[in-house]
């Protein structure tokens, strides 16, 4: 599973952690079944939005980049996502995206701008047939997003306005690696397709991020992994996760609207009732968040750990095989939740004469949702 990581230029939002935990239940998921996990995930520390961000700020780009880093991972661990095998920096895959190129160019699905000063590498966005079978875009709403999402389609030289940029020759105050084309630094789709053939190979199981990230950044990514590979598929499955909205808005930083984890953090708030409360919504539904979705995961845990404290409850072994087969089916989190909840109901109403039933049903919790009944916070 290779799975698109942060731009560390600010702290993690619930927008992020909602992704990051919908491929953690993957993760989970395959872990009880007994497969060997081989999971990937890049950092995107070479990046515009970065770079403005240490500029404005006066710190060094690396230096901003290893503190938001360092933050992403302390809010994953609160949150109890399971970590990737593999996290991969963009720094640290230059020389593996500059092979990646070398290949495309040598392949014709790569080209170099017809420019003196700044002789940028495009991909071919007709280098593959199948290019956009995984958005199923149309080309107006293609040239969209791509202008919307970093891409640059009215690049003088360009063969087309939708090719991506592979190789951003060297520009005055950016950071830039020596290349057999030319100084530069990566695009970002490429990025990610040299970090994943290079980590894993292609024909991985699952390519997932967030569902913005659908075009162009996976359909260029799956592209140029394809141009050179010779799948015709870069992964079996393509999984993107829904946007978190407050007041009926995607959260992002240009909004200003962020709701952040470290915030939350601080102010108190169980980093487990955090994560229940995105476990709540379907993992590919747009959502909002608010003070109402916090409190009803809150009340909810409450009654799950007073439940699993008990001496004895009803019998677990049928809730714990819906919770497996309800998350089975597309990661369907509320109904997994709502099975939960009937068997705490019976618990705490009812009560039970099954002595291991109530471990039993944390430790399922624990396990597949990544929710922990048994250590409350204090």
């Known amino acids: 599973m290779y799975v698109c990581g942060i731009t560390p230029y600010d702290a993690t939002h619930l927008g992020h952690a909602a992704t990051y935990l919908a491929f953690d239940l993957i993760h989970r998921m395959w872990v009880d079944l007994g497969h060997d996990v081989h999971y990937v995930q890049n950092v995107t520390d070479v990046d515009d939005p970065l770079f403005e961000r240490a500029n404005r700020d006066g710190v060094d780009w690396r230096d901003l980049a290893a503190r938001e880093v360092a933050l992403y991972r302390e ?7 399971l970590p990737p095998g593999e996290y991969v920096a963009a720094t640290d895959a230059v020389a593996e995206v500059i092979e990646l ?33 995984e958005s199923g875009y149309d080309r107006d709403t293609m040239l969209a997003l791509f202008t919307e999402r970093g891409g640059d389609p009215d690049r003088p030289g360009k063969s087309d306005q939708l090719d991506a940029l592979l190789w951003r020759a060297a520009r005055s105050g950016e950071p830039s690696w020596p290349s057999p084309f030319g100084a530069g630094r990566p695009g970002w789709h490429v990025e990610c397709a040299a970090i994943a053939l290079s980590r894993i190979g292609s024909g991985l199981d699952i390519q997932g991020g967030g569902s913005d990230l659908i075009f162009p950044h996976h359909e260029f990514t799956a592209a140029h992994a394809e141009s050179v590979s010779n799948e015709r598929r870069f992964a ?28 939350l953090r601080a102010q108190g708030v169980d980093p487990a009732a955090i994560r229940l409360g995105l476990l709540a919504g379907h993992y590919r539904a747009d959502r909002d968040w608010g003070p109402h979705v916090l409190q009803e995961a809150g009340t909810r845990l409450q009654r799950w750990r007073a439940a699993t404290t008990l001496p004895s409850g009803p ?11 309800y998350l089975a089916d597309d990661l369907d989190t509320p109904r997994a939740i709502a099975a939960l909840d009937g068997w705490t109901t019976d618990a705490l109403e009812y009560g039970g004469h099954d002595a291991e039933a109530p471990r039993a049903v944390a430790t399922a919790v624990d396990a597949l949702l990544g929710v922990d009944l048994l250590s409350p916070r204090r």
């Open 101 to 133: 190129v070398e290949k495309m160019l040598a392949a014709g699905v790569a080209y170099v701008v017809d420019d003196p000063e700044f002789p940028d590498v495009y991909f071919r966005a007709d280098a593959t047939t199948q290019f956009g079978y």
């Open 236 to 263: 079996r499955h393509y999984v993107h996760a829904g946007m978190i909205g407050w007041d009926g808005h995607k959260m992002s930083k240009s909004r200003g609207n962020l709701v952040k984890v470290s915030g």
């Open 315 to 325: 019998d677990a072994v049928d809730v714990i095989a819906r919770v497996r087969r």
């Open 75 to 81: 809010d994953m661990a609160a949150l109890r996502v």
